[in-house]
């Protein structure tokens, strides 16, 4: 317990863990949520592009991150996309493109860099699940790496039942562990600190960052298995970096209502981890 408690850097502000990852999408999320006072990220999951650029210019400010999910686009053009970049760096957040990639390496290569969407062009982030093995690491590398990309594995999920759990959260950690020094996989989707409940092999040094999804202030669930956890018990009770909140922010009828709400998720995320860093 005492080396785990002693390597945490859970401690530390954002801008501290900086020099604890090589990852050039890492270091640039880190510097800013800071800089914007922001761990939200807002997963976008509309089905037009029309109604996903307003959402995004109506919680930009108030976020360090976009998510989406590009395939539930039904009027996909590249325009959408050249878009979304433009008003990343307008209004400064990181795109993060939720794909889960789950084959050999030598498809996800492919489908990372190619198809319709050709996600690596655009999205500084994306996420993998561990279970093809290393190979889909080294794929997405082949990829990403030269790009300035970045990645995380899932090694927990956030709703009702799923499998992953236990030793095979373990052997995720122990993947991303092992590709570390690449400098491509800088963190986790996860509902806690998994790499230090998992501490046996850490390095002093290493620092993973958690994104976690399934966050929600009013309700609990939804009638399809998703869990809710308040930004508070996600940020302050389990350690977690980034909020990531869908439709608890785009899911409001009122355009304005949007932006209200992104703020009111920023603020309940924010004040988490000023109370978790001040400890
Ligand atoms: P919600 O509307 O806040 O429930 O949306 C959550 C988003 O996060 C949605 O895009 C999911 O695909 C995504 N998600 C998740 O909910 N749970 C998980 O374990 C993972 C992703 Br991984």
New binding site residues.
Partial sequence: MSSQASSSKAGLSYTDRIPFHSNAAAKQLLALMDKKQTNLCV?V?VTKSDELLEVVRRVGKSCCMV?T?IDVVEDYSHSLVEELVKLSEELEFMIFE?R?FADIGNTVSLQYSSGVHKIASWSHIT?AHPIPGDGIITGLSSVGKPLDRGLLL?A????KG?L?TGEYTRQAVEMARRHRDEGFVFGF?A?KRVHEEHSAGAAEDEDFMILT????LDVKG?KMG?Q?RTPKEVILDSGCDVI????????KTDEQEVKVEAERYRSEGWKAYLERTRK
């Fill in positions: 997963s999951d998510k999910h939720d889960k996420n899932l927990e999920m956030s709703s799923n992953a989707i509902m999804p399934g966050v929600g939804d998703q809710y990531i909140v869908g439709r608890g922010i785009y899911g």
